[in-house]
């Protein structure tokens, strides 16, 4: 983790079932290094800020507006860019990994979906299990599973809809 990272250990097993989950595909999917590399470095970065406060968090990417749940993917993000990390795919997959964005490459998806599918949540452990075995297999059908998945829930809680996951969902349907 960076020196900077901000995780309680809570949040650091979270994280490691995140990485694990993303290693695991990237093996049975036969990830070139490059990729396998990223994959996990987006993992393993993704919620580094998770835990920072959040006048931190708003100090570090200037948004008083955001809902202060999202800000710590574009906060380390610009974090990572600042201390020399120049993967783009890497950088949007951390930056947009709460909301989702429809541009990503195969990083930013891997990373969305291993956040939802990672063993540890106590909420659908079945579906989630299966999705996360199928992965490597159909990657595509999996991806657009989780991204209605987790609009369904957002929709179901009440919870706002950022543009980018509505395009997000428009791309991927």
Same mark, same amino acid.
């Given at each position: 983790m960076p020196a900077w990272a901000v995780v309680?250990?809570?949040r650091q097993a979270h994280i490691g079932r995140v990485t694990a989950l993303l290693d /695991?595909?990237?093996a049975d999917m036969g990830l070139t290094?490059?990729?396998? /590399?990223?994959?996990?470095?987006?993992? %393993?970065w993704h919620d580094a800020l998770r835990d920072a406060p959040e006048e931190t968090l708003r100090a570090?990417?200037?948004?008083? %507006?955001?809902p202060f749940g999202v800000l710590h993917g574009p906060a380390a993000a610009l974090k990572l860019e600042a201390d020399g990390?120049? /993967?783009t795919s890497v950088l949007e997959a951390v930056r947009w990994h709460t909301v989702g964005f429809p541009t990503w490459d /195969?990083?930013?998806r891997a990373l969305f979906m291993a956040d939802f599918l990672e063993p540890g949540r106590k909420f659908m452990v079945q579906d989630r299990a299966f999705l996360a075995a199928q992965l490597p297999h159909d990657f595509d059908a999996v991806f657009r599973q989780v991204v209605r998945m987790r609009l369904e829930w957002t929709l179901r809680e009440g919870n706002g809809i950022?543009?980018?996951?509505v395009d997000l969902w428009n791309a991927v349907r």
């Open positions: 309680t250990d809570k /695991r595909w990237a290094a490059g990729e396998a /590399r990223g994959w996990h470095d987006a993992g %393993l570090i990417v200037g948004d008083k %507006l955001h990390e120049r /993967r /195969r990083t930013g950022f543009s980018q996951t």
